[in-house]
């Protein structure tokens, strides 16, 4: 059986690394995988603002949220990062380049949004 990655939020993926990092687990990966994918009560006694995290997110996504905990995850972008990846790409791309990055800058003022590399 072939175990792909599935991507999620970082806010999930980080808070799901503070329990892991915490230390209480010593090296035991197992432990701490079966902690946090099952002992939600335990989660939320010992990592409130983590369990809010990971509970909302597994609340609408559980498939997705346990392929992460047992196959491994990568990060989603923000929406942020998404933008200031594409106003990267088309640094140096002429006139359209230029166009393209200004129609992205004026947008993102209208819409009074601050992407730090971008417009801020």
Same mark, same amino acid.
């Given at each position: %059986?072939?175990?792909?990655? @599935?991507?999620i ?6 808070? +799901?690394?503070?329990?892991?990092l *915490? ?20 989660? *939320?006694?010992?990592?409130? !603002? ?24 990568? @990060? ?12 990267? !790409? ?8 230029? +166009?393209?990055?200004?129609? +992205?800058?004026?947008?993102?003022? %209208? ?5 730090e590399?971008?417009?801020?």
């Open positions: %059986m072939d175990s792909e990655k @599935v991507a939020p970082r806010e999930v993926a980080e808070a +799901i690394e503070r329990i892991w *915490s230390g209480y687990y010593g090296n035991s990966p197992t432990r701490k995988r079966h902690d946090v994918l099952t002992n939600w009560f335990y989660l *939320s006694e010992k990592y409130y !603002s983590d369990y809010q995290i990971i509970k909302r997110y597994a609340d609408d996504n559980i498939v997705n949220y346990v392929k992460a905990i047992t196959d491994g995850y990568t @990060v989603e972008q923000t929406s942020e990062e998404r933008v200031r990846e594409y106003y990267g !790409s088309v640094y140096g791309q002429g006139d359209y380049g230029k +166009i393209t990055r200004e129609a +992205i800058r004026e947008t993102l003022n %209208m819409l009074d949004i601050s992407i590399g971008v417009n801020a």
